[in-house]
């Protein structure tokens, strides 16, 4: 309960709605209760509800966790608000995890009431076997209806990444259950210098907006509000479910083989011309004068477009940790989650492992460079933030370009893995 803010906006909500004075006063009577652990924080929100009046006379100074569901239950709580203590579940005491707060809420809340809970985005990917465990546990007792990304700058100076998750108590999770997933990332909230989080001028016209396609009162883009059945294995975030179906540009192409040849011509002026076959100055040059041929292709929204699972087409390889810490002046290039150089980092002495060239790198996230794919002539060294795409059969340098400039259009990728559902295990390097 922290504070208790959540406290204070429900029943600033419930009392405009309210007819008579008898209902605001039971209001503040009875229909506000709150937990909270620590004393001087307890202190803190007994004083905010003191001062608006409600008389805390439903605060508890106590153990949540402790506290058992069916007599919490008996409180007939039929709306709950969580923003649970953070990062603080582990191995060794897996009750801390996010997900353990919220199913002992949706357990402690009356059938049929409404729960939405504010946590890091990793809580709702789960990838630990108890938060799995405890994704299939929620499901199997209660309906997740959905799960807004927020700003990351909510927690200003925090460095979390929130998402708000809600769900109805007490009906287990049908199978065929559509949940919505949105990326309101852009809230109308600017950060700015000296003050902090502060709301733009748009933010009521976009709060508005969500509300409007949370509730089925208007229609919204894929890449705003994404409509999916759940399993508790998926990672529950828009990012997981989007599918950009945006068809790429012919000047989209244009930009990515221009930038390519760019990379290669710059590592030729370094004396690195050993990084591509026939690698020569004469060879770029020719290579540069060719490219307005290379892209006379027919216009690419002519053409007929379907869905291909990578993973059909290419092994998966992750990058390891350790190569970041070899930096130097060798001669294996080291490809990181960079958003230009074609994701060059530098360069290694030759390291354990050395992944073949003419593959695909796609960044799984980095400043600004989360999402890219860049095509790799030569062999290289991957660090821990880069998955290589490697083709099960050949395939040209071009068609891989081709590829690699498709699949940084698919911002499903900042979530890594979600387009990789496949039972082809991956390997790293």
Known sequence: MRTAGFLISAMHRMLSMAETDQQRKEIKKRQLKGFELQSNMFAVACANMI????????????????????????????????????????????????????????????????????????????????????????????????????????????????????????????LGKVCKFIDFRDDGYEVRAHVGLVEGNSAKDKRQHLLDVWNGHGGAPSKFCVESTVKPDDEWLHSFYYF??????????????????????????????????????????????????????????????????????????????????????????LVSAKNGSNGLKGFVDTPEKVLKGNCITLNNDGDGGAGLAFFQPADMALDTHVTALVPRLGMSGWSMLFIARCISGLHAFLAMGCRFQTNVPETSV
């Open 51 to 174: 001062l608006r009046r409600d008389g805390n006379s439903n605060l508890e100074c106590c153990d949540f966790l402790a506290k058992n569901p069916a007599q919490v239950q008996k409180k007939g709580a039929t709306v709950g608000l969580m923003n649970p203590p953070y990062s603080q579940g582990s191995a060794s005491d897996p009750s801390q995890y996010e997900l353990s707060f919220v199913e002992h809420l949706l357990d402690s809340l009356t059938s049929g009431a409404r729960a939405a809970v504010i946590v890091p985005q990793s809580t709702m990917t789960g990838k630990t076997k108890v938060e799995q465990m405890y994704k299939s546990s929620i499901l199997k007792h209660h309906t997740l209806e959905g799960v807004i990304t927020c700003n990351r700058d909510t927690f200003y100076g925090v460095g979390t990444n929130p998402v708000i998750a809600v769900f109805t108590a007490g009906e287990p999770h049908d």
């Open 244 to 333: 950009n179906d945006e068809i790429p540009t012919d000047a989209d192409f244009e930009k990515s083989i221009g930038d390519y040849l760019t990379f290669e011509f710059s590592m030729v002026m370094q004396n690195r011309e050993y990084l591509f076959e026939g690698g020569n100055r004469a060879y770029v040059e020719k290579r540069i004068a060719e490219l307005g041929e290379a892209v006379e292709i027919p216009a690419l929204n002519e053409k007929d477009w379907r869905p291909v699972r990578l993973a059909s087409i290419f092994h998966l390889i992750r990058g390891r940790e350790a190569n970041m810490a070899m930096l130097g002046d060798g001669g294996t290039p």
